[in-house]
């Protein structure tokens, strides 16, 4: 740990060693070690106020978390007071109690591999994510905005880093922060991954580009390409996509908000047919009623 240095105290005892005839040597030597310290300082702060974003941003994801898990407990709760109703209601026997207990013990079973899924599935996403950010420079992380929202991994990636100015080629500077994003795709390969192009709402107006929907879309294709061919990225897995100027993230009434709006987003997920298999397993429920005039036990 850096300890916290006075920089006020530290000049007054450099000015006080000087006025008691300190040589000049001596005095120089003070004046580097006083100049170290404080860059040491400054560092120091910089690299404090880094580890608190990195810090709230987790805690933010965190929370996120116990929420959706909340919400799969809840659903559990009312299915079991199913149970204690049809209990509690149904003593003459018009219910067979026995398979209705087999049907909700199977839909407790069901949602508790649903809620270890989910939890395996977040427990990836965090990873990929740490992996990403503590990938990427201070310099790229102004250009790219890393979130997971509902169990779906954000990476947004913003037009004056990715592109050429007016154009969908990538540009060069792009390259070194595309091999990193692709590593980490790489290592994840159970997840598909959507690039999806978005603008904001001034007008193109190139000959070979008739509108904004075809801007977004051509940018989203550039990296999909630039994926498969310059990273190997299996296409399978890739989807190009453009929503033109129809997704804001900001307003487009000011330069600052255009500049939120003209964004590609990588957008990484668990594969599709991962889930519906997970819908294929769910329990089927029979009608257990007894006809309306079947003697009571």
């Not at 395996?120 to 990873?127: I, P, Q, T």
Request: aromatic share 4%; charged share 25%; with cysteine.
């Amino acid at each position: 740990m850096i300890k916290r240095i006075s920089v006020p105290l530290l000049l007054m005892t450099v000015l006080f060693i000087s006025s008691c005839g300190v040589n000049k040597k001596t005095h120089m030597a003070l004046e580097a070690q006083y100049k170290e310290l404080g860059d040491k300082y400054n560092q120091s702060q910089l690299d404090l106020a880094e580890s608190r974003t990195r810090v709230k941003s987790l805690e933010e994801q965190l929370e996120q978390e116990r929420k959706n898990n909340a919400g799969l407990r809840e659903a559990l709760a009312k299915l079991q007071g199913t149970l204690d109703n049809s209990i509690s209601q149904n003593t003459q026997g018009n219910v067979n109690i026995s398979k209705l207990v087999d049907e909700i013990n199977a839909s407790n079973k069901y949602i508790q591999h649903l809620v270890n899924t989910k939890q395996k599935s977040d427990s990836l996403n965090m990873v990929l994510t740490n992996n990403l950010t503590r990938s990427l420079s201070r310099e790229e992380m102004q250009d790219v905005d890393v979130q997971v929202l509902k169990g779906v991994v954000y990476i947004s990636l913003s037009d004056n880093m990715l592109y050429k100015s007016g154009s969908y080629e990538i540009s060069d500077r792009a390259g070194e922060t595309l091999s990193k994003i692709a590593k980490i795709i790489q290592d994840y390969k159970d997840y598909d991954v959507l690039i999806e192009g978005n603008t904001d709402t001034d007008p193109i107006s190139k000959a070979n580009i008739r509108n904004n929907w075809d801007l977004s879309t051509l940018r989203a294709s550039s990296v999909v390409q630039a994926l498969q061919n310059t990273y190997g990225v299996d296409p399978k897995r890739l989807t190009a996509g453009g929503r033109g100027e129809y997704n804001p993230v900001a307003s487009n009434n000011t330069a600052d908000g255009k500049s939120k709006n003209r964004r590609t987003q990588i957008i990484i997920t668990p594969k599709l047919d991962q889930f519906m298999e997970l819908i294929d397993k769910a329990p089927e429920t029979e009608n257990t009623e007894a006809p309306a005039d079947t003697a009571a036990f």
